[in-house]
């Protein structure tokens, strides 16, 4: 018990006051903290919003290459074919236009993997098209063969031969190849049966060799068949010309892949927002042509699985920066649901082109759903200044084009990201459309544009082929650095292709290097 009076010792009081300030300290040290955090969220707020601006005039040019340049020329011991082959292979590639465009690379290196003849691939154009035009009345065979006569030995059909006085036709054995084959089921299966019959033909073959392969010499002949033996006949290659021509005589114009068709909405599920009838029509095609699965609009939307609509497609572009004055060039098929949709993106974007609209020689309103018009499309896509699919799932003609645009000179493309938009969107039609641009313009910039970036699954070789197909003058790795000479091989190509709108649009190769 403290008398009274008592006073605590001078130490035990110099130590409360220290215990306070040492309370006092720490308590000054959080709030500075604190206030720091604070100051460097706002700061970062701050820099992210004044960030989120996308430079218009960037975009018309090509993307930033880092260094990097097409080149599909073997890096390593290629032979040329060997003198006897084990056979001959024939092909049916079914669907539209650009699944058979990867089929027919497929089957070249099929060719290859086995030693083979291969017979010029048959298209299934009837099924898909109700167009018989086939491989000759698209592509320029001669160049084809040509092209390729250092890759494999190819034959327009299966000659005869002549045994005791006698003529004697191969005939193929027919095979169904598996989804996706290993090179191991050509190297055992497909060829044991080759060589006992003398000929093999796989039908269908639409996916019926694996994409990733571990031998990038097998990924560059792919590019090689794909980027320099496909060439349109010379018809179609002018014609696509002359409408490019036509377009960039006043300025800059892009490109839309509108896939807002009855096919691809059927498949994705996204029946709401049509009316009553238009979704029996869309719910009895899924119900014929696809698997049978339970889809609910509201998660597919809330995932981006659902095609963007004109609208949206609209939104995005007007919200990047793209004013009025854009000139447009739609490729796309009949729009499911029609004007009404197509109303509102008008009204932002009202300088919009077709093919039918820029052909003067009338040739296409003859094949506007054929073969003809699909290969037209393409192309006009492959040269335009910018690109945008809007739908790039399982678009084979979305797909095959960014791997093309990619292939001849990081040329800019516009890929939404539907899963990052499609909350932005659903808050805009709940009335939240405050930040709506700058939300949109936030999801886009961390997207790519169409320069070189690692192929992630599920994207397809046929949309992004680097690095296999790329190279560099000066690489860190010897794998990547570019074979001698490869520049002129590759200019000479690209100028026996026709494709002298490269130099035109400043986006050739060469100069693609210094960017």
């Known amino acids: 018990m403290r008398r009274p009076g008592y006073r605590q010792p001078l130490k035990q009081q110099l130590g409360g006051v220290k215990a306070m300030f040492i309370r006092l300290s720490v308590a000054v040290i959080v709030v500075v903290i604190c206030m720091f955090l604070l100051m460097s969220a706002m700061s970062s707020s701050n820099s992210n919003s004044s960030s989120a601006e996308i430079n218009i005039e960037a975009l018309w040019g090509t993307a930033a290459s880092d260094g990097w340049r097409a080149s599909s020329a073997p890096r390593s011991d290629w032979p040329p074919p060997a003198s006897e082959s084990n056979g001959y292979l024939r092909v049916r590639c079914n669907g539209g236009l650009n699944q058979q465009r990867s089929a027919i690379c497929n089957a070249v290196l099929a060719a290859r993997i086995m030693n083979a003849t291969l017979v010029l691939p048959e298209l299934d154009a009837n099924s898909f098209w109700h167009d018989d035009s086939g491989f000759q009345g698209i592509y320029d ?77 097998y990924q560059r002949l792919r590019c090689r068949v794909n980027y320099h033996a496909l060439r349109f006949k010379p018809h179609i290659v002018e014609l696509s010309q002359s409408i490019v021509n036509k377009l960039r005589s006043q300025g800059h114009f892009m490109t839309i892949h509108l896939r807002f068709e009855m096919d691809m909405l059927a498949f994705a599920g996204c029946f709401d927002i049509f009316s009553p009838e238009e979704q029996k029509i869309l719910k009895k095609y899924r119900q014929e042509n696809f698997a049978e699965k339970r889809l609910v609009y509201d998660e597919r939307r809330a995932i981006g699985k659902c095609p963007l609509t004109p609208e949206e497609v609209g939104l ?120 709506f641009d700058e939300a949109v313009r936030r999801a886009m910039l961390k997207t790519n544009f169409g320069g070189p970036h690692k192929r992630i699954s599920p994207e397809s070789f046929y949309t992004n082929s680097w690095p296999e197909c790329f190279c560099k003058k000066s690489a860190v790795n010897p794998a990547d650095k570019c074979p001698p000479h490869d520049v002129e091989i590759l200019n000479s190509q690209m100028e026996s292709e026709g494709i002298s709108d490269f130099e035109a649009s400043g986006s050739n190769l060469t100069s693609a290097v210094d960017k």
């Open 316 to 435: 995005i572009l007007r919200a990047m920066g793209f004013d009025n004055s854009t000139r447009i060039y739609l490729a796309a098929g009949e729009l499911f649901g029609g004007e009404r949709f197509m109303k509102p993106f008008r009204s932002m974007f009202p300088r919009l082109e077709n093919h039918s609209t820029v052909d003067t020689t009338g040739e296409l309103g003859k094949n506007t759903m054929g073969l003809l018009g699909s290969a037209v499309d393409y192309m006009v896509c492959l040269l335009s200044d910018i690109f945008m699919p809007t739908y790039d799932g399982p678009s084979n003609f979305a797909n095959n084009l960014l791997g093309h645009r990619l292939y001849y000179g990081f040329r800019t493309t516009i890929r939404p990201d539907r899963k990052a938009l499609a909350p932005i969107f659903i808050d805009r039609e709940k009335g939240h459309t405050a930040g």
């Open 141 to 217: 065979v001669e160049h084809f063969i040509k092209t390729l006569k250092y890759d494999v030995r190819i034959v327009e059909s299966i000659p005869e031969t002549r045994k005791n006085g006698k003529v004697k036709k191969i005939k193929a054995k027919q095979i169904r190849p598996p989804r996706d084959a290993p090179i191991s089921w050509y190297t055992t299966e497909a060829l044991k049966t080759m060589k006992e019959h003398g000929a093999i033909y796989l039908t269908p073959f639409s996916h019926r060799l694996a994409e990733e392969i571990d031998y990038p010499e």
